[in-house]
Structures are given as structure tokens and as C-alpha cells.
């Protein structure tokens, strides 16, 4: 409503309507004033005006997006900077589990709102018997609108094969430990959960501009220490992994092609290096980006990290702990029973390997307790 009192010129006008989003000049104003443009659009109340006026200007200083009409892009955002700071505050015990939640929530409002932008209607609709379209509704009356499962199906989500690889990894996880304990899953996610930042990052900034990036709210998590190799060990795939989530992993990979799985888009992986500046004037960054065309990449895809190499046992040597820890009736024969109904030997469970130690198959610890926990639910059988 622009023909009252309330202004004293159009340039108060042009102070209170423009911004970043949206832009007017005086020749619009005076359309609008004219009748010439907006005829049948119905002039705002003086209390709509007063009400917007006094919760004026509704625009974040960081982004200069308005905070009701980008709604959905603010929510985003600050949902994924959440899921960030959560998973690099150093008391948080459960930061994989929240980083996937509001992961989740960021990528659903992100794909909203580049819908909304291009006229797509992401709502759930069904179709009756007579061909009529109903817009489905929640319990309490509010519209559905499609979950993150649903965004990357449709044939207008702008993203690529390896970032949706990625989401849909992520969601598998978050169905599988809604409501329960993982017994720390954080090092074995970590690469997945770096992709989604990246990820992440790249399209909002794709589809949205430069100036909602979220690249310097953030910097590079400092720690107490360094790297060692306790640490190092536990970034690899833990022994104690939950079974189910270890089950989801292999049956999810194993859909994959060699090309989707070493996509970073999928899987975020670095090596780290300790690296020394021995010439003065040189910045020692705690990250440096090296070319993988480089002389020093080739060096570095040459470095074998040697660790104290895994216990290994052959099988008798697993029975033999067995018979001494009180399962006197456990033998060879109840032994390899129990790994091929367990198909113990795929390579890929990490229970073992073959050709390592004088050409035949050994188990790692991670068998042993398998095997021990057999043995103890089966006590009345084996003493």
C-alpha cells in the first residue's frame, strides 16, 4: 500500500522495499501508484503495513537474504552449520548421529527451496478414482511435502549421481540408528560425513550464489594433540562396528561401482602427512591442497603407513584358546561350521585374510571374538 501518509517520498520507498532479493526503482513505484501495473492486486491493510514496518528490515546481515521469503535457504543453512558444530565440539559424544540428522533436514530445505524457485510443487498429492488431485495433509491440517528420499528422485533435483550416493548413504544410517546406541561410528563415517559439508557447500553456492556459502563461517577443527597412531587406527573400520551398521555398509557399497565408490563427491578421503617448512617466510598451513598431477602427489600416493601389524590365528590356534578358556568340546570341526554358516571368510567382513602367513587363511581378533561370544552363548554345548 504505497498511495497513504506513511512515506514522505518514494526514495523512503525504495529504502524500506528494496533489498538484495528484490529490487525496485522509481519508475515501478510509480507504476504501481498509477494503476498502470498490479491493478487488480489487492493494496495492503494499514495494519499489514504498520505490522511490516515495525519488524522491518527481516534480513540477515551475514547473507542479506530475507528472513521470510528465504525462509527455506536460512534454514538450511543454519541446520548444516549446526550439524558441523556439533560434530567438532570436542564433548559431544553422539556427533555422527546429530551431524546426520540435521544433514538431513539442511539438504531437505536446500532442495525445497531450489523447487520452490523453479515452479516445482514438492508437495505429496494422491489422486482419487475420478481423477481428483488432493494436496495430502498431516494430522493437524499442514500440507506434506516431499522427504529428502523423494527430492533426489525427482527428475528435476539438480544434483550429481555421487552427492545423491552420498545423501542416500547417510539416510540408510539414520534409518538404521534412529533410537538406538552405535557404539561410536564416528571414525568410520567421518569421510562420508566430509563429502556431505563439501557437498553441500558446493550447491548452495551453485544454485544460490556465493553469498550464502558457508566456507568462511568455518575453519579447520584445532585438537590438543597430534595425530598418532592409535588415532590413525581409529579412523579405519573399528572391530567393535555394530553389526547391523556394518551389514548396511557392505550391502549399500557392494551396489556400487569402483567408479561411484572412489567418487570424493561420495566419500571425502585425505592422507595426512606431517609436513615441515624449513624456509623462513614459508606459511606451514595445517592443511595443504596438493595437485594430483604433482610430483608431490606421487610421493605421497608411494607412503606406506606401517602399523603394528593385526594378531592373526590360524584356526587352530582359535580353537586352542577356546578349549583353554573352558570349551573343552569346541573342536576344528565345530570351528569351521561356525564360519561358513557365518561366511566368516568374505574379505570384506575384515574377520581375516588369506596369504599373509605361510599361505593359508588366519583370523584376525576380531574372528576370535566372534567365536568366543559363540561359544559363551552355547556354554552347555562346548564344556
Not at 556394518?246 to 570424493?264: H, K, S
Request: glycine share 4%; charged share 25%.
Amino acid at each position: 500500500m504505497l498511495g497513504n501518509d506513511t512515506f514522505k517520498n518514494d526514495q523512503e520507498i525504495l529504502a524500506y522495499f528494496t533489498r538484495p532479493e528484490r529490487s525496485l526503482n522509481h519508475r515501478a513505484i510509480a507504476e504501481i501508484r498509477t494503476g498502470a501495473k498490479y491493478r487488480r492486486i489487492t493494496p495492503a491493510s494499514n495494519e499489514a503495513l504498520e505490522k511490516y514496518l515495525n519488524n522491518w528490515p527481516h534480513v540477515d546481515p551475514e547473507t542479506g537474504l530475507h528472513i521470510f521469503d528465504n525462509e527455506l535457504l536460512l534454514k538450511s543453512r543454519e541446520a548444516m552449520l549446526s550439524a558441523v558444530q556439533v560434530y567438532n565440539d570436542p564433548k559431544s559424544y553422539f556427533r555422527s548421529e546429530i551431524f546426520i540428522v540435521n544433514a538431513v533436514i539442511a539438504w531437505t530445505y536446500l532442495l525445497h527451496a531450489y523447487f520452490s524457485r523453479i515452479g516445482v510443487d514438492y508437495r505429496y498429492k494422491r489422486i482419487d478414482n475420478r481423477g481428483v488431485e488432493t494436496v495430502l495433509k498431516t494430522r493437524h491440517g499442514a500440507e506434506k511435502y516431499w522427504m529428502l528420499e523423494d527430492c533426489l528422485l525427482a527428475a528435476e533435483c539438480p544434483l550429481e549421481e555421487g552427492v545423491k550416493n552420498n545423501l542416500r548413504f547417510l539416510i540408510q544410517i539414520r534409518h538404521e540408528i534412529e533410537h538406538q546406541m552405535t557404539d561410536r561410528i564416528d571414525g568410520y563415517l567421518s569421510a562420508k560425513l566430509q563429502s556431505c559439508a563439501i557437498n553441500f557447500n558446493d550447491a548452495i553456492i551453485t544454485h544460490f550464489g556465493s553469498k550464502v556459502s558457508l566456507k568462511e563461517c568455518l575453519s579447520v577443527a584445532i585438537q590438543f594433540s597430534g595425530i598418532d597412531l592409535n588415532q590413525a587406527k581409529s579412523f579405519s573400520l573399528a572391530d567393535n562396528l555394530p553389526k547391523n551398521i556394518e551389514a548396511l555398509i557392505a550391502n549399500f557399497e557392494g551396489d556400487l561401482t569402483q567408479e561411484q565408490y572412489d567418487d570424493p563427491k561420495y566419500s571425502f578421503r585425505v592422507i595426512y602427512v606431517p609436513k615441515l617448512v624449513n624456509r623462513k617466510g614459508v606459511a606451514d598451513s595445517v592443511i595443504q591442497f596438493v595437485s594430483a598431477e604433482s610430483n608431490e602427489a606421487a610421493e605421497i600416493n608411494n607412503v606406506v603407513l606401517k602399523q603394528v601389524p593385526k594378531t592373526r590365528y590360524p584356526s587352530t590356534k582359535i580353537v586352542e584358546i577356546m578349549v583353554e578358556e573352558g570349551f573343552e568340546n569346541f573342536s576344528i570341526t565345530k570351528h569351521t561350521q561356525l564360519w561358513q554358516a557365518r561366511d566368516a571368510k568374505d574379505v570384506n567382513k575384515g574377520y581375516g585374510s588369506q596369504g599373509d602367513y605361510k599361505g593359508t587363511w588366519v583370523w584376525y581378533s576380531s574372528w576370535l571374538d566372534v567365536v568366543r561370544e559363540h561359544c559363551a552363548s552355547n556354554a552347555a554345548e562346548y564344556r
